[in-house]
Each structure stands twice: as C-alpha cells, then as structure tokens.
C-alpha cells in the first residue's frame, strides 16, 4: 500500500499459537527484552518482567526468508532500542523494538553464524564483529549494516570458526582474537581508525593448536591470562601468553558441547545440546596470571600440598531441564550478566529456547567456598541440581489469554461443532467476499464485512441470524493449497471463475457465484503448490491459461476457456523455484533449486534447451530486465539501473555510458510527466480492507491480518452518507453551497494523499456556518424579532 495512506494491521491469530522451532536467543541486559530467532526465518519479541522474569509474547518480526542464525544488540545505551539479526540467507535486519519496524536490511554473499557487539575505541558506538562461512572477519555498521572494515589471513586462511574482541588492561587499542576451523590462532590489534578503503587488515601473529572446529572462544575478564576454549566433544583452558592448555573436559556421554563462559576467575558455565547447564570449578595450580591468589579457592596457597582430585575441574553445579523429554534438535541457548541500572548485584542467567517453543531461564546460583569444600568431600561427590527459575512458551501464552484469539472462521466453527485447520485464503475487494480453503478439502466462502464484524466488534449483532449465509464448494479430496481469482489478476479473464488447486494434485475450476464445480484438471503427478496467471503480452491462448506448479517438479498451462491443457513442463529434477516469461519469444523460463534453467515454448509444449551455470543465471537477468523495463516510449528496454551494474561486472565503459544516459533521460522524462499531470489523479484507488493471508510454518493453519486503510475508509463512509442524502438538503438547510456541494462530491470520488485535510476544511466551514446560524436565532429569541 502507498506509504502516504495510515494503514492499521490487525492480526487474527486464531486459537492455536504459531510453530515456533528456537534457533537463537538474546536477553537484553536490561532484563526488558527477549528475542527469538526461529528456523522459519520469525523473530518473536518478549515483553520481560526484570524482577519476576515473566515473559509475554509481544511482537511476531515476519522478514527473514531462512533459519534466523544470530540476534545481536546495536548499540551501547540500554535505551536504544535496536537489535541486529543475520539469517542463513545471508540477510541481515536492524529492527525497532519500539514498533517492531525493519529499519534497515541488506543480504550478504557471507554468512554470518556469530555477533559479537563490541565498543571499539575512538567509536561513539558498538561495532558488529562478524564471523562465518567465509575466511575473514567483517567489522560493520549495525544501523547502515554498511561493512566497515574486514580482518584478513595471511597465513592458511580459513573460515573463522570462533573469535573475541577485547580490551587489554592499560591499553588503548583492542585485540581481536580468532580461530580458525583447523585449529590456527590468530590474533589482530586494532587502533580505531581501521577502514575499507585502506590496505588490507592483516593478523599480527598466528599459531597452530590442536582443536578442530571450535564453537567457542572465550578469554576470561577476571584474568585476561587464561582463555577458554570449546570442542564439541571437549573444552579447554589456555595460556594467553602463549597458549599451553592448562587443563581439558570430556562432554558427558551422548552431549555435545555448545558453548560456555567464565563465571570468575577459577569458575566456569557450559551448556550442552541435551539443553543442560553444568558449573565447573577450575584447578587452582592450573591457572596463571597475578590475580589468582585472589581466587576462591581457599587452599590456593600450597599448589603442591593440593590432591589428585584437584588437579581436574570438579563439576559444582547441574542446571537441568524440568523433565526428561528428549529434543528433536539442539536448543539455542545463551549466557547473560544482567546490567541493571537500579540493581545492586549483578544477575546472570542461562536462557534456553527449544524446538517446541519453550524458554527456560535458570539464574545461576552463587556458591560459596565452604559449600565447594562440602560437595567436594562426599563420596562420590554429589553436585547441587538447579531447576529452571521460569518456563513459558507461545503455546501457554495462548492458552492464558482471555478471551481467547479469534479467528476469522470462528463463527462456522461454532455451527459445524469442530474446528478445520485453514490451509489457504484469497480476499475478493470487489465482491466483498472471502475464500477460505481447509484442510478436509472444503473452500468456505463468506462476506468479509459481516466476518470481521463478528469477530472484532461486540455487541447485539452477534445475536443476529439473518447474516447472509455462507457457500461450501466441495470437490477437492485432501487439503486446499492454493486459490487464485485471475479476474483479479487481469480483467481479461472471467469475472465468474475461481481457480483452486490441492494435496490431491487437481486444480478445479470454480463458478464463484452458483458454487458449482466446472471442470477438474488432473494433470500432475504432485500436489499443487502455486498458482499464477501469465502475463498480458502473451499469446492469445496462452492469455485464456493459468499457471500450476507443482510438488513433482511439473509446470503446466491449463486453459480455462478450452478446459484442457495446453503446456506440460514436466522434465525438472528439481523442485521449482522460479518462473520468468518471454512473451515476444513465446518462452517459459523455469528456474530450478539446483541452479538449472529450463526454456520451453508455450504454444508447442516443446523444451527448447536447458541452461546452467552462468549461461542459466544470464537468461534470469535478462527476465527480469524485461520485466523492469518501462512503459514510455522505451517499451521492451531495460532498467538502466540493471544495465548500469551489469555494465561494471563485465567492464564494459560503453554500456555504463549509454545506461547513465538512457536513466538521466527516463528521470528527465518523469520529472516532466509528474509536473505536468495532477499526482492525485495519478494514485491508484486503495480499498478500505485488505486482507492476507499469514503462515509462519507450512504445518500451521492460516492465521490472517486485517489492513484497515483508514483514509480510504473515511472517503468510503462520506460517499455512502452523501449517496444516502436526498438531492439539495444541505443547500436547503444553508450550510453549504452548490459550488461547495459538487467539490465534495467529486473529492469523495477520488483518494488524494491530501483528502483528508480537505474533508477536514469542508467541515470547518459546515460548522461555522451552523455557529452563526445558531448566533442569529439565538438574537431573534433574544428581542423577539424576525429574521426579516
């Protein structure tokens, strides 16, 4: 919708709560926020109570197209409300907290699978130190997402598997510490000024060590002498200096480490993908640095004179889950040293969020040195067994809510007895109506008005039996995938025709106004998953067809008019993933997930060739060229903008030159034909509702949002009342003028950007008109005199 009309969203969530699979966690240090990231690509926003830890579910953030990977924070002040997250698409978002509003987003050819936010110095903010599936670091802007600078290897690089920047004590510059996936250490020292245009950042020493494919890499802020190291199978502590393992851990049978963190000098926390938290504590005569005397150890003293025993970590401390469910995939988890402004202590906490959805919270616990010396000395010792200090889920959310969320089939739920998961949904502004495809097959069809009436508003009409009645069409045998209203789409087709497609790998044609069934195509051999309609400029069949895709990898156009089919695409490999159009070529072009591109021609069926590799990526662009290209007196030209880069990947001067000027002329061009026309007139009529359909899981039933265009409700209501007013009355009554009475009537046909303020001028004049009126009656009862 145009961004200069207010459009409120109201979400019709249903009684069940969204899937949400935990990928990754993050808890603001103000114990305010949560956030997290799930591997549908949502990012769902918690209200945190900081005393209590309640958590309530806040805002569901719908941008990501893949697995959300990372959530980091975007700036040192608690109060700026900004978070950054990186998908495994290579998309990153900065995100309001405030509204829950995307405020920059950009996509990356890297992958970033840590960041760490760090307050560099000579900065006024933090930096995003970005590591992943590529060999060097990025440093970036969390608000411009605008990479800055990047760390590179002189020596074996390889892909970042773990890093940490600090800020050694007495100095004033920062200290990048990496390992990379085989093993080699790297260390980077930063000054402040670093930045992409100079030479590249090269590590300043470097040195091989015996891990593989470390996840973690922790240097402790008590002492920056020892440094902490995890292994799926193990973790260790080293030497800074020049990094000897002072000690190691085996994980416990059938866990695999995640991550950890040192609580103090001589503890530390690690947490396994069984969702289990373990508390360890280090052997004192295995630590170096000044400040260990200063330990909790009580017989740190006599390093020699210490047992066996004590020259292992000793395990204090078991965080465990509430029951011993088993995961279907490792949890995200996180550690966190609360940073609150009014607290006198500071808090930590191990936040967990599994596959169904769940957070855990344990705080950890403060154990005293006579308690360690208790545990220690029983037979076998025995350590103390923490349960989660909270467990919420979207799922309990729901269920505490009252009233419970509506959905927009409630009302048909309550006559049927039961409740059908909704698969599929299509909004039909100019019939005002409603399409719904269910699970057993069913396609309701309802009036979107009285729908929404019932289920948003309270009141006496929800006692009315005389609503209009509801239509079922019924002729799918399994789940409703797809519907497509291609009148909607162009008016070339028939305005009685609904086109819908299932798991029972049929497409039906539907007369949407006697509700009957026209004819069943059965071409696929999968169920149907896309609905389409090709574009204007096609053939004159083809322009009769609509498109279906489907589960088997096929591709068909099916006309309506002749009820058979005219194109069977059917030899892909691969699942569809894109579909482009040639018209003037008369080609099909059909992207597949394996990279490979599939011409055919649309009126003969036949496969003209297959493309990969680059040749296949260059038809794709030119697709999309054709398809960007204007339609002024340059029909059938690119973009310039798209020849302007494709200009400086091949170094092409002449192409750059002639697609500078070609875009200077269309700017030229618009300038003139926007000043020239009324831009109101330009604006394309919105209407009041839109509704969409809303998924978060294939295997969630549809839940739907509500898009009230408020300026164009207002206009709407105006024209109604003035189509309900008879010929003359306002001029009859003298408060408004025939002149004054056609300008509104013609303003409420038309939606300008301004037409609000110009409504709002209209009744100022009605209203000052109707003060005086009321003055001069008010003077005749005054003196009893006439009018005359």
Not at 147 to 157: V, Y
Not at 424 to 449: C, H, M, N, W
Not at 604 to 616: F, K, Y
Not at 730 to 754: F, K, M
């Amino acid at each position: 919708m145009p961004g200069t009309s207010l459009v409120v969203p109201v979400v019709l969530w249903g009684k069940f709560a969204p899937t949400h699979c935990i990928s990754c966690v993050y808890l603001s240090k103000d114990l305010k926020t949560l956030a997290t990231g799930c591997y549908d690509g949502q990012i769902c926003l918690w209200q945190v109570d900081p005393d209590t830890l309640h958590m309530i579910p806040r805002c569901l953030l719908v941008g990501h197209t893949a697995p959300v990977l990372c959530i980091s924070r975007a700036s040192i002040i608690q109060d700026n409300n900004y978070i950054v997250s990186s998908s495994e698409a290579g998309e990153m978002c900065t995100w309001d907290l405030v509204d829950g509003k995307c405020r920059e987003a950009v996509k990356l050819p890297q992958v970033h699978t840590n960041m760490q936010a760090y307050h560099m110095c000579n900065c006024e903010d933090v930096r995003l130190f970005c590591n992943g599936y590529y060999p060097e670091i990025l440093v970036m802007d969390p608000f411009s997402l605008e990479i800055l600078f990047m760390l590179s290897s002189k020596q074996n690089p390889d892909w970042i598997s773990a890093l940490h920047v600090l800020r050694p004590a007495k100095r004033k510059d920062d200290v990048v510490l990496a390992l990379t996936t085989t093993g080699m250490v790297k260390v980077w020292t930063l000054l402040g000024h670093e930045n992409k245009h100079l030479e590249p950042i090269y590590e300043n020493e470097s040195k091989q060590i015996r891990t593989l494919n470390a996840v973690c890499l922790q240097c402790c802020s008590y002492n920056q002498r020892t440094v902490l190291v995890v292994c799926t199978k193990y973790w260790q502590i080293y030497d800074a200096g020049d990094f000897s393992v002072l000690c190691s851990y085996l994980a416990p049978r059938g866990e695999r480490w995640m991550s950890g963190d040192f609580l103090a000098i001589d503890r530390i926390i690690m947490w396994s993908d069984a969702g289990k938290g373990y508390l360890y504590k280090l052997p004192a005569n295995k630590l170096r640095g000044k400040n260990i005397s200063n330990s909790s150890t009580p017989d740190n003293k006599d390093f020699h004179t210490q047992s066996i025993e004590s020259d292992s970590p000793f395990l204090y401390c078991l965080l465990n889950q509430p029951d011993s469910k088993p995961l279907s995939c490792p949890p995200a988890m996180s550690f966190i040293t609360t940073n609150r402004a009014n607290a006198k202590n500071k808090s930590r906490y191990l936040i967990r969020g599994d596959s169904e959805g769940i957070v855990l919270a344990w705080s950890i616990p403060e154990i005293s040195p006579a308690q360690l010396d208790e545990i220690q000395k029983q037979k076998p010792p025995q350590p103390v067994v923490m349960t989660a200090t909270l467990m919420t889920s979207l799922t309990e959310a729901w269920a505490s809510m009252k009233p419970n969320p509506v959905g927009i089939l409630d009302q048909i739920e309550k006559q049927e007895g039961q409740q059908i998961k909704l698969t599929a949904s299509i909004y039909l502004p100019l019939q005002s109506k409603f399409v719904v495809g269910r699970e057993d097959g069913t396609i309701i069809i309802v009036p979107a008005t009285q729908t929404i009436m019932l289920q948003l508003l309270h009141g006496n009409h929800q006692q009315y039996n005389g609503w209009p009645k509801h239509q079922i069409l019924s002729g799918h045998n399994g789940r409703v995938n797809s519907l497509l209203y291609p009148h909607r789409e162009h008016a070339r087709y028939d305005k009685n025709h609904l086109v819908s497609g299932g798991v029972d790998f049929a497409v039906c044609l539907w007369d949407l106004y006697a509700g009957t069934l026209l004819h069943r195509f059965c071409v696929h051999a999968g169920e149907i998953t896309q609905l389409l309609v090709p574009p204007n400029n096609c053939s004159a069949r083809v322009q009769k067809c609509v498109c279906s895709v489907a589960s088997d990898h096929s591709v068909t156009l099916l006309s309506l008019a002749e009820r058979k089919c005219v194109c069977l695409a059917s030899r892909h490999l691969f699942p569809v993933t894109t579909i482009k159009w040639r018209p003037n070529d008369d080609f099909m072009i059909i992207g597949c997930s394996d990279g490979t591109v599939y011409v055919w021609q649309m009126e003969t069926g036949h496969l003209d060739r297959v493309l990969q590799g680059i040749a296949a990526e260059e038809v794709l662009y030119a697709c999309e060229e054709h398809e960007a290209a204007d339609g002024t007196s340059e029909v059938g030209l690119a973009n310039p903008a798209v020849h302007f880069f494709r200009g400086l990947r091949h170094r092409n001067l002449s192409a750059i030159r002639h697609a500078t000027q070609r875009g200077l002329h269309q700017l030229h061009m618009l300038g003139a034909h926007t000043n020239n026309d009324d831009p109101h007139m330009q604006r394309n009529h919105n209407s009041p509702l839109a509704i969409q359909g809303l998924r978060t899981n294939p295997k969630d039933p549809e839940s739907h949002i509500l898009f009230f265009d408020v300026e164009a409700l207002i206009i709407e209501l105006l024209s109604e009342e003035y189509d309900m007013m008879s010929p003359g009355s306002l001029e009859a009554a003298g408060l408004i003028s025939q002149s004054e009475y056609s300008r509104v009537a013609n303003l409420t046909q038309s939606a300008s950007p301004d037409a609000h303020k110009k409504i709002v001028d209209f009744f100022g004049k009605m209203k000052n008109k109707a003060e005086n009126m009321e003055m001069i009656i008010k003077e005749k009862d005054k003196h009893g005199n006439s009018l005359s």
